[in-house]
């Protein structure tokens, strides 16, 4: 590493470190290790064969690929670099001072290409869909159909506009390479890319970081580097997919014919012979423990509503607040009010461990309640007869995302929505609760990250979710946490591993 890529190394850590990792989830400034960039720019150079390329940066950040650029390119030509936030673009454009390399502070994406370039390297933004305002998503998905003819789902991440939008700036023949999430390549809203790849453009070159690489302690998927040229494709054209190590020395390399290539199918299964997914796919399971909310036995006696409370004089230790039936809730989220939920109706659970003699002396008042239990015949119900004092429910731990069990179709709520639940209120069994598995706790303890997975989750399509749960009459959909456990869930890996290994930027280093 030369001395300037040292300076400019402390740089890109001082200014991350000035930022929240909320803020730089939504701008998606998560920065390239040099060592990575190092060897794209040298396989890019090995590539063209020659050092005198334009070359452009849609997303510079503080420059590691024109810092490598300059490194693999020696005395390469002219550069232009885009970057749209003030953070980035003033310290870069200060330390770039003297270089041949022009920058503005704009959006690259709200631009009009003023120059052609030979060569374009990024690591784009990694902005999911859910934090693109939907004026910019209209915005954007009208230029993709103008300019290439194609249709991209309003699911998109703000990388695919920028892999699709960004052909524009280069001369014909010129070389395109991105490093992106490779979930484009099996999840629904990446078709368009595929297609962008297979119609628009002269696809060279898929490489995919392995999942299993000892770096990616919790990856379940990878990112990869696909490189294009600008250029009309060709029938016969041969596309070089490699797999694992780096990208000029991979562990397996293999050659696909286009015809082979189809939008619809999962591209990630195309990097080996061997037999489909040779990844498990994830699954929900991985990412959470799912349990049923709890099973009071009665719960005409253990819910109880302010009233009741106050006319028995129930002290707080015996309540727990819980959620009511799915159908009063509106919405898919629960906001909190002082931790109990901010709703009209608030409930809560009654559970106390108290022998009957004690209750009996020191709350003479929560005993008349229990007894009022006692001549209901509520203490013989199957659940209450096997518990010791029959009044002393299971307790749980309030869970960040709960699912209503069961749904109809056709009626107004979402079949199986995933709630996000800011309150600290359990549920009881017509819930499922979501547990993030420990190794996912912490990450998942951000709000940003949180909110995006619940978005995620939300995304599932119903078909999916239903496949893995039961039928029964009048289109009533069951689902049980195992099987909710066993549902696919790509997007959620792709995510979490994201965050996960943006977290030890050690991966490529
Ligand atoms: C993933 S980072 C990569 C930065 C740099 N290329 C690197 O690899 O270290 C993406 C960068 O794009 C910037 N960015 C986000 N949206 C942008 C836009 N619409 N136009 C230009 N830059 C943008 C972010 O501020 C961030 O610095």
């Given at each position: ?148 003819g194609i249709t991209i789902s309003g699911l998109a991440g703000l990388y695919c506009y920028f ?347």
């Amino acid at each position: 590493m030369n001395d300037r890529e040292i300076r400019r190394k402390q740089m890109q850590d001082a200014l991350d470190a000035q930022k929240t990792q909320k803020d730089r989830n939504v701008m998606g400034q998560f920065s390239t290790p040099y060592p990575l960039a190092l060897d794209i720019m040298q396989y890019m150079r090995s590539l063209i064969g020659t050092d005198n390329v334009s070359f452009i940066e849609p997303s510079i950040g503080m420059g590691v690929f024109y810092s490598a650029f300059t490194e693999a390119f020696v005395g390469g030509g002219h550069a232009l670099g885009f970057e749209i936030d003030p953070h980035y673009f003033k310290p870069a454009s200060e330390f770039w001072q003297g270089m041949n390399l022009e920058m503005r502070c704009s959006d690259f994406l709200a631009q009009k290409p003023d120059e052609l370039f030979d060569m374009l390297v990024a690591n784009p933004p990694y902005v999911r869909h859910h934090h693109i305002d939907n004026e910019t998503k209209v915005r954007l998905q009208k230029t993709v159909q103008r300019q290439t003819g194609i249709t991209i789902s309003g699911l998109a991440g703000l990388y695919c506009y920028f892999m699709m939008l960004s052909s524009a700036w280069l001369k014909e023949g010129g070389l395109s390479c991105w490093l992106v999430p490779s979930e484009f390549m099996d999840v629904n809203y990446g078709e368009a890319v595929k297609c962008y790849l297979m119609q628009n453009v002269q696809l060279l070159h898929i490489h995919r970081f392995k999942a299993d690489d000892l770096q990616f302690a919790d990856a379940l998927v990878s990112s990869c580097i696909v490189i294009f040229r600008n250029s009309k494709p060709t029938a016969d054209q041969e596309i070089k997919f490699s797999l694992g190590g780096s990208i000029n020395n991979p562990e397996t390399v293999k050659s696909i014919d286009m015809s082979q290539l189809k939008a619809k199918d999962k591209w990630t299964n195309l990097f080996t012979d061997e037999a489909p997914i040779n990844e498990p796919q994830a699954t929900l399971g991985d990412f959470f423990t799912i349990k049923r909310g709890i099973a009071t036995g009665d719960n005409d006696f253990f819910i109880l509503d302010k009233e009741t409370i106050a006319k028995y004089e129930i002290p707080q230790q015996f309540l727990r607040p819980i959620l009511p039936s799915p159908r009063y809730i509106k919405g898919d989220r629960i906001n909190s009010d002082n931790g109990l939920p901010a709703l009209k109706h608030q409930q809560f659970l009654f559970t106390c461990s108290l022998p009957e003699s004690v209750l009996k002396e020191r709350y003479p008042k929560v005993w008349k309640y229990v007894r009022q239990g006692y001549e209901r015949g509520v203490q013989k119900g199957y659940i209450c007869s096997r518990r010791s004092p029959w009044y002393s429910c299971e307790e749980r731990e309030p869970a960040a995302i709960v699912v209503p069990y069961m749904g109809r179709a056709g009626t107004d709520n979402r079949l199986f929505r995933f709630i996000l639940n800011d309150s600290k209120a359990i549920t009881t069994n017509v819930y499922l609760l979501l547990y993030p598995k420990p190794q996912y706790a912490r990450c998942m303890k951000d709000e940003t990250v949180l909110t995006e997975v619940w978005h995620e989750l939300n995304t599932i399509p119903t078909d999916t979710l239903s496949r893995n749960g039961r039928f029964y009459g009048g289109g009533l959909r069951k689902i049980e946490p195992n099987e909710l456990m066993r549902t696919p869930a790509g997007a959620i890996a792709s995510l979490l591993t994201l965050r996960t290994s943006y977290q030890q930027l050690s991966l490529f280093g």
